[in-house]
Protein backbone atom coordinates (compact mmCIF):
# COMPACT_ATOMS: atom_id res chain seq x y z
CA UNK A 1 0.00 0.00 0.00
CA UNK A 2 2.85 2.56 0.65
CA UNK A 3 4.73 1.96 -2.66
CA UNK A 4 1.12 2.14 -4.56
CA UNK A 5 0.51 5.81 -2.59
CA UNK A 6 4.24 6.92 -2.90
CA UNK A 7 4.13 6.09 -6.77
CA UNK A 8 1.32 9.07 -6.82
CA UNK A 9 2.71 11.52 -4.75
CA UNK A 10 1.08 11.06 -1.29
CA UNK A 11 3.31 11.14 1.69
CA UNK A 12 2.82 8.95 3.98
CA UNK A 13 3.52 9.44 7.44
CA UNK A 14 4.34 6.27 9.79
CA UNK A 15 4.65 6.08 13.95
CA UNK A 16 3.34 9.84 14.44
CA UNK A 17 1.05 10.69 17.57
CA UNK A 18 -2.15 12.95 16.39
CA UNK A 19 -2.46 15.51 19.10
CA UNK A 20 -5.64 17.08 17.67
CA UNK A 21 -8.02 18.43 14.45
CA UNK A 22 -8.17 21.66 13.25
CA UNK A 23 -11.84 22.23 12.18
CA UNK A 24 -13.85 24.86 10.82
CA UNK A 25 -17.59 24.75 10.63
CA UNK A 26 -17.98 21.39 12.20
CA UNK A 27 -15.42 20.10 9.15
CA UNK A 28 -12.29 19.05 10.06
CA UNK A 29 -9.64 20.81 7.91
CA UNK A 30 -6.36 19.03 9.07
CA UNK A 31 -4.37 17.23 11.69
CA UNK A 32 -1.95 18.39 14.81
CA UNK A 33 1.14 16.23 14.81
CA UNK A 34 2.72 15.99 18.42
CA UNK A 35 6.00 16.83 17.16
CA UNK A 36 4.05 20.15 16.04
CA UNK A 37 3.44 19.67 12.73
CA UNK A 38 0.39 20.70 11.13
CA UNK A 39 -0.73 18.93 7.96
CA UNK A 40 -4.10 20.19 6.12
CA UNK A 41 -6.49 17.47 5.51
CA UNK A 42 -9.88 17.42 3.26
CA UNK A 43 -10.64 13.25 5.10
CA UNK A 44 -9.42 12.13 7.82
CA UNK A 45 -9.52 8.33 8.39
CA UNK A 46 -9.16 6.47 12.00
CA UNK A 47 -8.23 3.31 12.29
CA UNK A 48 -8.32 2.20 15.91
CA UNK A 49 -8.10 -1.53 15.68
CA UNK A 50 -10.44 -3.72 17.84
CA UNK A 51 -10.40 -5.42 21.04
CA UNK A 52 -13.36 -8.37 21.74
CA UNK A 53 -15.96 -8.09 24.42
CA UNK A 54 -15.14 -11.64 25.82
CA UNK A 55 -15.35 -10.63 29.70
CA UNK A 56 -18.17 -11.80 30.12
CA UNK A 57 -17.01 -15.50 29.43
CA UNK A 58 -14.22 -15.18 32.74
CA UNK A 59 -14.99 -18.01 35.00
CA UNK A 60 -17.59 -20.06 32.42
CA UNK A 61 -14.54 -22.26 31.63
CA UNK A 62 -13.82 -21.50 28.17
CA UNK A 63 -10.43 -20.38 27.61
CA UNK A 64 -9.86 -17.07 26.54
CA UNK A 65 -7.09 -15.22 25.22
CA UNK A 66 -7.66 -12.77 22.57
CA UNK A 67 -10.65 -13.93 21.72
CA UNK A 68 -12.06 -17.30 22.33
CA UNK A 69 -9.29 -19.96 21.15
CA UNK A 70 -10.82 -22.85 18.90
CA UNK A 71 -9.60 -25.06 16.37
CA UNK A 72 -10.13 -24.67 12.93
CA UNK A 73 -13.61 -25.86 12.99
CA UNK A 74 -14.70 -22.94 15.92
CA UNK A 75 -14.92 -25.71 18.77
CA UNK A 76 -13.81 -24.36 21.94
CA UNK A 77 -11.75 -26.27 24.91
CA UNK A 78 -15.68 -26.90 26.51
CA UNK A 79 -17.62 -29.82 24.56
CA UNK A 80 -20.07 -28.29 22.40
CA UNK A 81 -19.12 -24.97 22.30
CA UNK A 82 -18.24 -23.75 19.17
CA UNK A 83 -16.68 -19.22 18.70
CA UNK A 84 -17.52 -17.63 15.67
CA UNK A 85 -17.22 -13.96 14.57
CA UNK A 86 -15.08 -11.18 15.74
CA UNK A 87 -14.19 -12.73 18.83
CA UNK A 88 -13.55 -15.82 17.95
CA UNK A 89 -9.78 -16.98 17.40
CA UNK A 90 -9.50 -19.69 15.30
CA UNK A 91 -6.48 -22.29 14.69
CA UNK A 92 -4.62 -21.48 11.51
CA UNK A 93 -2.94 -24.34 10.19
CA UNK A 94 -0.49 -22.26 7.87
CA UNK A 95 0.43 -20.11 10.27
CA UNK A 96 0.58 -22.37 13.19
CA UNK A 97 -1.10 -20.10 16.08
CA UNK A 98 -4.36 -18.54 16.70
CA UNK A 99 -6.17 -15.33 14.97
CA UNK A 100 -9.26 -13.55 14.79
CA UNK A 101 -10.59 -12.66 11.76
CA UNK A 102 -12.39 -9.12 11.67
CA UNK A 103 -14.36 -9.99 8.16
CA UNK A 104 -17.23 -10.74 6.38
CA UNK A 105 -15.50 -13.45 4.52
CA UNK A 106 -14.83 -15.29 8.02
CA UNK A 107 -18.05 -14.71 9.32
CA UNK A 108 -19.71 -16.22 6.08
CA UNK A 109 -17.27 -18.97 5.87
CA UNK A 110 -16.61 -19.99 9.81
CA UNK A 111 -20.33 -19.55 10.28
CA UNK A 112 -20.83 -22.76 8.18
CA UNK A 113 -18.24 -24.15 9.24
CA UNK A 114 -18.95 -24.06 12.88
CA UNK A 115 -22.56 -25.27 11.86
CA UNK A 116 -20.53 -28.83 10.80
CA UNK A 117 -18.52 -29.17 13.37
CA UNK A 118 -21.84 -28.80 16.12
CA UNK A 119 -23.83 -31.17 13.80
CA UNK A 120 -20.73 -34.02 13.92
CA UNK A 121 -20.86 -33.78 9.54
CA UNK A 122 -17.32 -32.94 9.52
CA UNK A 123 -14.15 -33.45 11.64
CA UNK A 124 -11.43 -30.86 10.06
CA UNK A 125 -11.49 -28.17 7.91
CA UNK A 126 -10.31 -24.86 7.52
CA UNK A 127 -11.92 -21.54 5.75
CA UNK A 128 -10.90 -22.15 1.90
CA UNK A 129 -10.17 -18.16 1.59
CA UNK A 130 -8.70 -15.16 3.55
CA UNK A 131 -10.68 -12.15 4.26
CA UNK A 132 -10.32 -9.77 1.14
CA UNK A 133 -7.82 -7.78 2.88
CA UNK A 134 -5.26 -10.04 3.76
CA UNK A 135 -5.94 -12.08 0.43
CA UNK A 136 -2.19 -13.05 -0.85
CA UNK A 137 -0.55 -15.73 -3.26
CA UNK A 138 1.61 -19.04 -2.86
CA UNK A 139 2.50 -18.34 0.96
CA UNK A 140 -0.92 -18.60 1.98
CA UNK A 141 -2.13 -22.04 0.93
CA UNK A 142 -5.60 -22.88 3.02
CA UNK A 143 -7.00 -26.58 2.02
CA UNK A 144 -10.71 -27.51 0.91
Known sequence: MAKLHSSTGTEL????????FDTSDREVTG???ADGRRLPADVVGVGIGAAPNIEWLEG???NLCDGLPGDSMGRTNVPGIVAVGDCAAWFEGGLCRHRRVEQWTGAL???ALAVQAKLKLATRRTPTSLPSTVRAGPPWQYLA
Not at 13 to 20: F, L
Open 13 to 20: ISGAAIEG
Open 31 to 33: LLL
Open 109 to 111: ERA
Open 60 to 62: SGV
